[in-house]
């Protein structure tokens, strides 16, 4: 409006001697109010440079060279193109002579000075999420309708805190006009992005896929089109006066290859684990095993989630449905977990067994609907037992978590956890173990250099392969390498992300949600030099359940367990603990997990000091994870092997 600037506009750019239907044509125009144009791609210099010259004028010349000719061939049949710009002025300006150097903490040790923009004794929407552990500020535009939204973590390193917790902080907030003084600098970025595995991670795949794609309503028949390739180019800069900012995005449609050919064979990456990396395990969608300077199992932790949830009632069960993200439907719920429990199944070429298991005190009658769910769709057996005995019933329940195991999770729950107030104890056992489809020669492993740090160097067994194809991409946006090694059964495979610097990890972990995405891997030459490693590790689960919004079931005047026993406020959990191992080698990986939740009465609640988690000792620090299909199983992160 007359207050501020914001426009949008689409263009569709076609192939000079192709033709796109007319009913696409028509919704373009129509709806999308898109021009659509043709060009000659062939003459990609010139394509590009007429693309991007309308992309610069629609964003006031901020977005240049959105597209490469690079990336223009004879395949290229349709570009469609998105720009936005906005340039809004403050409702209540900075004053250009209050801006002077003040210090900008990177880090606690790493201070820059850099220009900072002051108001003083203002009224603006302001939060302080005690949740969140940060402030939210929020500074309107001239024409009140569009504001920007400033949140500051309270401390100075807790920026990665808030990443992870992303929906939240795009939540709404109770903002409350608030008279503040405030010290902002200025800044300008800009931003390239490739959106394809973003999109491929919202569930974006088939219209990637050259023989799935079925792009027939632009042109030609299912199969003839695929998107090869989409892009952003963002742009925002924040001074005194207020901001601009301009983005656009394009989406690449190319043809299906008529030719399938292998390259001529090429010098081999290099895919050298000899500092931290991550990994994890996937079986399907589900991530079996994460970690940091430990191991754990997403999956193991979910599905005793969800089955305390079948018990819980009101407050206490939305909480864990928030947590897990469930649907509200329960029969969706439940169709989803038997889905997920019938899919995890080993075959004849690997082994991947799940059990649950429910434990209930002698003479504490349990619900029959609670009953029916447990046996029907989570599988559980139920069984009695004399918590008041702990010692014993530690032993009968251990002992059926080391069968299920295959005696690899030893000791899950302590006697010192039960006494006469123990109503109930949920676990959950899961154990894999499979061969590589590729295995390491045993003749090859030697001991190498596993820099813990750069300063920090160690010797460790390390295993070697020689020119074998395996998934592998370099994502410059992580600044990490990542290999995918298959497992005998074709479902489940090992992902291992190794950073490119040695002491990169932490950057790795603050972007999780971006490291178990969906990568771009190909099938490449591959020299690998891979540490064998074992980690065992034991995790309390209290402290991350709360931290995931699940309080209420650990509080006694609140918890309502009552779909499992007794009436609101009768039962809470007094722990959550998960034990986990996993032994990388030449002929494959051996991995199990084991968690359980320890209901007791109301009445007196037990505190217990949460145990350090053990470290686990690659050749640079690394993520890993296993995954049977697309779930990850399992995943974690290796700093120094043994």
Same mark, same amino acid.
């Given at each position: 409006?007359?207050?501020?600037?914001?426009?949008?506009?689409?263009?569709?750019?076609?192939?000079?001697d192709f033709t796109i239907k007319r009913d696409f044509a028509r919704a373009a125009t129509e709806v999308f109010d898109a021009d659509v144009e043709n060009i000659d791609f062939i003459q990609k210099r010139r394509a590009a440079g007429r693309m991007n010259a309308w992309v610069e004028n629609q964003t006031n010349n901020k977005i240049k060279n959105l597209i490469s000719p690079d990336i223009l061939d004879e395949y290229t049949k349709t570009i469609l193109i998105n720009a936005i710009y906005f340039q809004g002025n403050w409702s209540n300006k900075f004053l250009n002579r209050l801006t002077e150097k003040k210090n900008f903490y990177k880090t606690n040790q790493d201070v820059v000075q850099v220009d900072t923009m002051h108001q003083y004794r203002q009224w603006f929407n302001y939060y302080q999420s005690p949740h969140l552990n940060a402030k939210f500020l929020e500074?309107?535009?001239?024409?009140?309708?569009?504001?920007?939204?400033?949140?500051?973590?309270?401390?100075?390193?807790?920026?990665?805190?808030?990443?992870?917790?992303?929906?939240?902080?795009?939540?709404?907030?109770?903002?409350?006009?608030?008279?503040?003084?405030?010290?902002?600098?200025?800044?300008?970025?800009?931003?390239?992005?490739?959106?394809?595995?973003?999109?491929?991670?919202?569930?974006?795949?088939?219209?990637?896929?050259?023989?799935?794609?079925?792009?027939?309503?632009?042109?030609?028949?299912?199969?003839?089109?695929?998107?090869?390739?989409?892009?952003?180019?963002?742009?925002?800069?924040?001074?005194?006066?207020?901001?601009?900012?301009?983005?656009?995005?394009?989406?690449?449609?190319?043809?299906?290859?008529?030719?399938?050919?292998?390259?001529?064979?090429?010098?081999?990456?290099?895919?050298?684990?000899?500092?931290?990396?991550?990994?994890?395990?996937?079986?399907?969608?589900?991530?079996?095993?994460?970690?940091?300077?430990?191991?754990?199992?997403?999956?193991?932790?979910?599905?005793?989630?969800?089955?305390?949830?079948?018990?819980?009632?009101?407050?206490?069960?939305?909480?864990?449905?928030?947590?897990?993200?469930?649907?509200?439907?329960?029969?969706?719920?439940?169709?989803?977990?038997?889905?997920?429990?019938?899919?995890?199944?080993?075959?004849?070429?690997?082994?991947?067994?799940?059990?649950?298991?429910?434990?209930?005190?002698?003479?504490?009658?349990?619900?029959?609907?609670?009953?029916?769910?447990?046996?029907?769709?989570?599988?559980?057996?139920?069984?009695?037992?004399?918590?008041?005995?702990?010692?014993?019933?530690?032993?009968?329940?251990?002992?059926?978590?080391?069968?299920?195991?295959?005696?690899?999770?030893?000791?899950? &729950?302590?006697?010192?956890?039960?006494?006469?107030?123990?109503?109930?104890?949920?676990?959950?056992? &899961?154990?894999?173990?499979?061969?590589?489809?590729?295995?390491?020669?045993?003749?090859?492993?030697?001991?190498?250099?596993?820099?813990?740090?750069?300063?920090?160097?160690?010797?460790?067994?390390?295993?070697?392969?020689?020119?074998?194809?395996?998934?592998?991409?370099?994502?410059?946006?992580?600044?990490?390498?990542?290999?995918?090694?298959?497992?005998?059964?074709?479902?489940?495979?090992?992902?291992?992300?190794?950073?490119?610097?040695?002491?990169?990890?932490?950057?790795?972990?603050?972007?999780?949600?971006?490291?178990?995405?969906?990568?771009?891997?190909?099938?490449?030459?591959?020299?690998?030099?891979?540490?064998?490693?074992?980690?065992?590790?034991?995790?309390?689960?209290?402290?991350?359940?709360?931290?995931?919004?699940?309080?209420?079931?650990?509080?006694?005047?609140?918890?309502?367990?009552?779909? &499992?026993?007794?009436?609101?406020?009768?039962?809470?959990?007094?722990?959550?603990?998960?034990?986990?191992?996993?032994?990388?080698?030449?002929?494959?990986?051996?991995?199990?997990?084991?968690?359980?939740?320890?209901?007791?009465?109301?009445?007196?609640?037990?505190?217990?000091?949460?145990?350090?988690?053990?470290?686990?000792?690659?050749?640079?620090?690394?993520?890993?994870?296993?995954?049977?299909?697309?779930?990850?199983?399992?995943?974690?992160?290796?700093?120094?092997?043994?």
């Amino acid at each position: 409006n007359d207050r501020y600037t914001l426009s949008i506009a689409n263009k569709i750019y076609v192939q000079k001697d192709f033709t796109i239907k007319r009913d696409f044509a028509r919704a373009a125009t129509e709806v999308f109010d898109a021009d659509v144009e043709n060009i000659d791609f062939i003459q990609k210099r010139r394509a590009a440079g007429r693309m991007n010259a309308w992309v610069e004028n629609q964003t006031n010349n901020k977005i240049k060279n959105l597209i490469s000719p690079d990336i223009l061939d004879e395949y290229t049949k349709t570009i469609l193109i998105n720009a936005i710009y906005f340039q809004g002025n403050w409702s209540n300006k900075f004053l250009n002579r209050l801006t002077e150097k003040k210090n900008f903490y990177k880090t606690n040790q790493d201070v820059v000075q850099v220009d900072t923009m002051h108001q003083y004794r203002q009224w603006f929407n302001y939060y302080q999420s005690p949740h969140l552990n940060a402030k939210f500020l929020e500074m309107p535009f001239v024409g009140r309708d569009v504001s920007m939204v400033f949140v500051l973590p309270n401390e100075r390193g807790g920026l990665a805190t808030l990443e992870n917790q992303i929906e939240n902080v795009f939540a709404p907030q109770p903002l409350r006009r608030s008279f503040l003084n405030i010290q902002l600098p200025k800044f300008k970025i800009e931003t390239t992005l490739s959106l394809v595995n973003v999109l491929k991670n919202l569930g974006i795949n088939k219209a990637f896929d050259e023989y799935e794609a079925d792009l027939s309503g632009i042109a030609g028949r299912k199969g003839d089109l695929h998107i090869s390739d989409v892009l952003q180019k963002t742009y925002v800069d924040i001074e005194e006066g207020g901001v601009e900012a301009a983005g656009a995005t394009y989406v690449r449609v190319s043809p299906l290859l008529s030719l399938d050919f292998d390259p001529e064979e090429s010098e081999p990456e290099e895919f050298v684990a000899d500092h931290p990396f991550l990994f994890y395990i996937k079986a399907k969608t589900f991530i079996i095993f994460a970690g940091k300077n430990f191991l754990t199992s997403p999956y193991s932790v979910e599905t005793v989630l969800a089955l305390l949830h079948s018990g819980c009632k009101g407050e206490t069960a939305q909480e864990i449905r928030s947590s897990l993200h469930l649907p509200d439907d329960k029969s969706k719920m439940e169709s989803g977990i038997k889905e997920s429990l019938s899919v995890l199944k080993g075959n004849d070429e690997y082994k991947f067994h799940t059990a649950n298991k429910i434990y209930i005190k002698d003479g504490v009658g349990i619900k029959e609907e609670f009953k029916k769910a447990a046996t029907q769709i989570y599988k559980a057996d139920v069984e009695n037992v004399n918590f008041a005995e702990s010692s014993k019933a530690a032993k009968t329940m251990n002992d059926w978590v080391e069968k299920q195991t295959n005696n690899k999770i030893k000791d899950l &729950i302590s006697s010192k956890a039960l006494n006469e107030d123990t109503r109930a104890i949920l676990i959950n056992a &899961i154990y894999f173990k499979g061969q590589w489809t590729e295995e390491f020669d045993k003749g090859s492993t030697k001991k190498n250099d596993f820099y813990k740090t750069k300063n920090d160097v160690i010797k460790v067994d390390t295993m070697h392969q020689y020119k074998t194809r395996f998934g592998y991409y370099e994502n410059s946006e992580l600044k990490a390498k990542f290999l995918e090694m298959p497992f005998e059964g074709g479902d489940i495979s090992m992902v291992i992300v190794l950073p490119d610097e040695r002491e990169g990890l932490a950057s790795l972990e603050k972007q999780t949600e971006k490291v178990f995405a969906p990568q771009n891997l190909s099938r490449e030459l591959v020299d690998v030099a891979l540490p064998k490693f074992r980690v065992e590790s034991t995790l309390e689960l209290t402290r991350i359940l709360k931290d995931l919004g699940v309080k209420k079931a650990f509080e006694a005047e609140r918890a309502d367990l009552s779909g &499992i026993a007794g009436e609101k406020g009768d039962l809470i959990i007094s722990e959550a603990v998960q034990k986990t191992y996993i032994d990388v080698a030449e002929r494959g990986v051996e991995a199990a997990a084991a968690t359980y939740i320890n209901m007791i009465a109301g009445a007196s609640p037990v505190f217990r000091k949460e145990p350090e988690p053990k470290k686990f000792i690659a050749d640079h620090p690394f993520i890993f994870y296993v995954k049977v299909r697309s779930f990850i199983v399992f995943a974690g992160r290796v700093s120094s092997p043994h």
